[in-house]
């Protein structure tokens, strides 16, 4: 079928259009505002199950809205009563965090607030009717 001086003409109209269209698109994808993820260094002292307690380590968050909504990522270590393991954690800000603490001595799960006026509270994590039992709290140095 054959194209007619007319219909060639509403075709590239239309293409234009879309162009302008993608094109202004695109622009709204390169004129959105990036949020900058940040990485502190977390140094807290408190307690743990009744024991004096340090935590050391390394918090990444990943902002992706400008209400600070993001996500967490923490890794370090923590020392208590003479042992010392690893503590992991992360989830998005809406939330407690899910983790882990693990040592010579064992695994717990964990929920953890991190950034309670400067403090960070550690929940026994497993899942179960009524609240959560807390088993630490610690003051932290963000850097």
Excluded: H
Excluded at 42 to 57: E, K
């Amino acid at each position: 079928m054959r194209s007619t001086p007319g219909k060639a003409r509403s075709l590239r109209w239309r293409d234009r259009i879309a162009g302008l269209g993608v094109a202004a698109v695109a622009g709204l994808i390169v004129a959105t505002p990036a949020y900058p993820q940040q990485l502190n260094q977390l140094a807290c002292q408190g307690q743990i199950y009744g024991l004096q307690a340090v935590i050391t380590g390394q918090r990444l968050y990943r902002p992706y809205n400008a209400l600070g909504d993001g996500e967490v990522a923490f890794d370090g270590r923590i020392q208590a009563g003479g042992i010392t393991g690893t503590i992991r954690y992360g989830g998005y800000t809406n939330a407690a965090f899910d983790g882990f603490i693990q040592s010579t001595a064992g695994s717990v799960q964990i929920s953890v607030l991190d950034n309670t006026g400067g403090r960070m509270i550690i929940y026994e994590g497993t899942p179960r009717l009524g609240a959560p039992e807390q088993i630490g709290i610690f003051v932290c140095q963000w850097r």
